[in-house]
């Protein structure tokens, strides 16, 4: 069977594929902010401090994503409390939340009764696992990201490119830079039942800094990168299913292929064809 056969006869495939579709909205749009303002090591570690919130949460009977987003938002916080009061040592706080949220995790899994492979699979990802109520959470997520990035475009635009000159025209850094750093932590909430934890970097900045190479304006960098997202987790997906590969790995193995592809292009463009 082929996999547009399978997917017009399995339900669960079809939802899978609609779910990194979604989530590559998401990833284009807060993907695209990432690489600009480059804050990779910040997502980096609201990513990894999401395990805490989803270890308790299973720990305490309640949904693991609820814990996903509360931490992943007091994450968020915490990062842009320490980027602002403490550059100096941002780094190490930062690591120190990396580590420690993981730890939390790892330990409450532990001390849960059982052995819960569903809690297990956001660490690695499960895209088949995708139910039709995370597909409507997806969609609301990206509804709230699209709102925020439409409403406070400008702002984030000066912020990213040019803080000093932001800061000069009166806008709140401080407080966009938070808000930027919330709208990662959405964007991980959604990226880790696509491809987990783990990989979770990789599908947040590699389409985004493919399209970087080939976009005039930040509007199309994060078109290019929504639908570079959408083109690698159709393909991902549909590897996964063809040699029976993880889908999460085959995705972000992807995500890497595209931008070393991206890289070459750009670089035989610049000095072969271009000067012509």
Known sequence: MSFLEALANFEFLAHALLGGLLASVACGIVGSLV???RIGYMAGGIAHAVLGGMGIAYYLGKPPMAGALISALVAAFLVSIVSRGAAEQEDTLISALWAVGMATGILFIAKTPGYNVDLMSYLFGNVLMISQQDLWFIVILDLAIIAITVLFYRQLLLVCFDPEFATIRGIAVGAIHTMLLCMVAL???ILIQIVGLILVIAMLTLPAASARLFSSSLAVMMLGATLLGAIITTLGLACSFTWD????????????GVYLGAISVKKAWDSWIKPQ
């Open 245 to 256: 590969l993880p889908a999460g790995a085959s995705t972000a193995i992807l995500s890497g």
């Open 35 to 37: 690489v600009v303002r």
């Open 187 to 189: 964007t991980v909430v």
